[in-house]
């Protein structure tokens, strides 16, 4: 299939190649954003080739990866393309880039930067709206015919006055604290570094879990964050306590999680990731005080279009020899 | 009212002012039936007797002069003449669609309601119903519920979902800016949409755009939220002529009251497409709801529970026990919408 491409695209013949082994939501939505005269993508995913074939063949001319979080740049993949020089993900978080390798190698990446922080923050808030106000639950109740048959729907939690407390003070948290003021919650906050904000700071996360209702993690999967959000935090949390997650699975425990929810032990849940992607534990599926996403919550089309223009921005940067537009630098 | 004063002797159950009460408020299966009680008056609970409504308040209700409505029953004219001495209605509601406001200023009998005590709670929900729909997170929450049943994985058929909508730069059109469109327009403020108004009259306090034409106001924004009350005028209100305004790519949510928006025109606009979705708290004739509505993901059902929060029904709670204590000892009224002076 590639040497078809290669006479077909005989004037680009010279470009360099962007490798794409799975394409990024935004590429398959919005595919024509991605034509370029600095570069041209070479789909992975469209060769029969296997992915090390494919790699090996095409070594010599991939300058830049495109990928996203269900596409990992691992050990291996790097290793076989000597002429890497960037990996542009169409997402924050790196955790699914092998970032000491491309450290030691010199290979930049730039990630989404705060484009999304917005819809992130959007549907953080839109999901503990969900979980206090059973929203989901309510609109099932309805279609389910139960309004006419049961009568009045149960009682919610008002959110005015709530003690809302955010993991991970970045450029999504800050949206979502932005965000919860306007509904008269108290916002406080748990993160690396205490920031010059008026919120509340908990260097603990599990004290912050305990003076929270509602924890909302806003935080990336690291080393230090991954698991993070354990039995002994969600216990301080308590029986009344929700948790919104719009980070990233991993850092929950998602098996203490499911327990403590299937006992009671936390009230309910607003869920945009798991552990392990695309696999949703069963038990979740039952509970009407969990509201599920399958990993949706930058999935707008004015943010996909945003994140085609800044990965085709930071890929022409890269071939004309300009700064990158979001590079991600060492922490 | 003297005689309900006891002048500092213990009072007899018997000697305490009634309120009556035409159905069980929701309050009392929730909390207990002790949630509005007061050592200042009694109920009367009209539903407990065999007596069809007319005759009982023939026989029971003559000398009554409080009633507390709630759960949408009905005060007609038609009651009230059957009630000489009445001179207060208290509703459980903020809306007084249901209530004979004009036979109530005609007798000079009082109407309060339950002011802006949940308020907060409709906004939460109009914003709630508007994320969701923008960002199909209930269509979301079924897919991955009902489609992962027999199968573990959310792969693949995600992309059906239909991508959604961002909030921030939306024009946000809200009818009604009284306390909770206010409230409302503050949220969305947050999440940075850009809000505009119609109202019976412009508000000189408020620097939002004002449409005086709910059409025009409709062809000037993205999203339309309905937060006023229903009356002879806004009955329709929200007719083929505003949707048509509003355009393919408009949404619509109500927390105000079904018949406000024409709701079979609503409905055949959204099952032809020709505006983009609406999230709906209410409904012309509840507990029904059009069934083609059912079968749409791209809208978002709510069986009439904006104010449906512990915090709020608690609140209002003590608010009518307050307003009908301050009532019976001829104090002033924490709310109250027609005076009988």
């Given at each position: 299939m ?15 190649r ?10 398959t939505l ?12 070479l789909?992975?995913y ?30 291996d993949?790097?290793r076989l ?33 705060s ?11 839109g ?15 309805l ?24 993991v991970?003070?970045?450029?999504i ?9 306007a509904?008269?919650c108290?916002v406080?906050y ?14 603990n ?21 991954r ?39 936390i ?5 945009d ?5 695309p696999?949703?534990?069963?038990e979740?599926?039952?509970?009407d ?31 004309s020899?300009?700064?990158l537009?979001?590079?991600?630098t060492?922490? | ?24 408020p929701?309050?009392?299966?929730l ?21 069809p ?15 507390l ?8 004219a ?9 001179r ?12 004979d406001?004009a ?6 009998i ?23 729909l923008l ?5 979301s ?13 959310a ?29 409302v ?17 412009k508000k ?50 109500n ?22 979705g609406?999230?709906?708290?209410v ?59």
């Amino acid at each position: 299939m590639e040497i078809h491409e290669e006479h077909r695209d005989h004037q680009s013949q010279h470009l360099p190649r962007v490798l794409v082994i799975k394409p990024p939501p935004p590429l398959t939505l919005f595919g024509d954003k991605f034509i370029s005269r600095s570069f041209q993508l070479l789909k992975a995913y469209e060769s029969s080739l296997s992915l090390e074939q494919f790699l090996i063949s095409h070594a010599h001319s991939i300058e830049a990866i495109l990928c996203s979080g269900d596409s990992p740049v691992t050990l291996d993949i790097l290793r076989l393309l000597p002429k890497l020089r960037l990996v542009v993900t169409a997402s924050a978080g790196v955790n699914h880039i092998h970032m000491p390798e491309c450290r030691r190698r010199g290979i930049a990446v730039a990630n989404a930067g705060s484009i999304f922080s917005d819809d992130a923050a959007d549907a953080a808030v839109g999901l503990l709206i969900d979980v206090w106000r059973k929203i989901s639950s309510a609109d099932r109740f309805l279609r389910q015919g139960l309004w006419s048959k049961i009568g009045d729907y149960p009682l919610g939690s008002k959110l005015g006055g709530k003690r809302v407390g955010i993991v991970g003070l970045g450029n999504i948290g800050l949206q979502v604290a932005k965000r919860l003021q306007a509904f008269g919650c108290n916002v406080l906050y748990n993160s690396r570094s205490k920031k010059p904000v008026p919120y509340a700071f908990y260097s603990n996360v599990c004290e912050l879990a305990a003076n929270s209702d509602a924890l909302i993690i806003c935080c990336a999967l690291t080393d230090q964050t991954r698991r993070m959000i354990n039995r002994e935090v969600m216990l301080a949390l308590g029986k009344e306590g929700i948790i919104v997650n719009v980070g990233r699975g991993a850092v929950i425990d998602e098996n203490e999680m499911v327990r403590c929810l299937v006992r009671g032990e936390i009230a309910g849940a607003g869920l945009d990731v798991f552990e392990n992607e695309p696999y949703v534990p069963k038990e979740l599926l039952e509970l009407d005080n969990v509201v599920l996403q399958p990993h949706r919550a930058v999935f707008t089309s004015e943010c996909f279009v945003d994140l085609c223009e800044l990965a085709v921005g930071n890929l022409e940067a890269l071939f004309s020899n300009q700064p990158l537009l979001s590079p991600v630098t060492a922490e | 009212m003297e005689a309900y004063h006891g002048h500092g002797k213990e009072k007899e159950s018997q000697d305490l002012p009634r309120v009556l009460l035409f159905k069980p408020p929701p309050d009392f299966h929730l909390f207990g039936d002790e949630c509005f009680s007061s050592n200042k008056f009694k109920f009367l609970k009209a539903w407990e007797s065999p007596l069809p409504l007319d005759q009982f308040l023939k026989t029971h209700a003559q000398s009554v002069e409080a009633i507390l409505s709630s759960g949408g029953a009905p005060v007609t004219a038609e009651t009230l003449r059957l009630m000489p001495a009445v001179r207060l209605v208290m509703t459980t509601s903020a809306g007084l669609n249901h209530v004979d406001i004009a036979e109530c200023r005609r007798r000079g009998i009082t109407v309060a309601n339950a002011g802006n005590v949940f308020s907060e709670d409709v906004a939460d929900l109009a914003v709630g119903l508007l994320i969701d729909l923008l960002r199909n997170i209930s269509a979301s929450d079924r897919f991955v519920k009902q489609w992962l049943r027999p199968r573990q994985a959310a792969e693949g058929d995600c992309y059906s979902l239909g991508i959604g909508s961002k909030l921030g730069g939306k024009r946000v059109g809200i009818v009604g800016l009284g306390s909770i469109g206010s409230l409302v327009a503050k949220r969305l403020d947050a999440f940075g949409c850009s809000i505009s108004y119609n109202s019976r009259t412009k508000k000189p306090s408020v620097s939002y755009p004002f449409y005086s034409n709910v059409c025009e106001l409709a062809a000037n924004c993205d999203i339309l939220i309905i937060c006023c009350g229903l009356t002879a005028e806004t009955h329709h209100m929200i007719n083929k002529q505003v949707l048509s305004a509003l355009g393919k790519e408009g949404v619509v949510i109500n927390i105000g009251r079904g018949p406000i928006i024409d709701e079979q025109e609503l409905v055949r606009c959204l099952v032809q497409g020709e505006i983009k979705g609406a999230g709906l708290d209410v409904f012309e004739n509840e507990p029904d709801v059009p069934k083609e509505l059912l079968a749409l993901d791209n809208v978002v059902l709510s069986p009439h529970c904006a104010v449906f929060t512990w915090e709020t029904f608690k609140d209002r709670q003590k608010l009518v026990v307050e307003n009908l204590e301050a009532f019976f000892s001829n104090k002033p009224l924490l709310t109250k919408i027609v005076d009988n002076d």
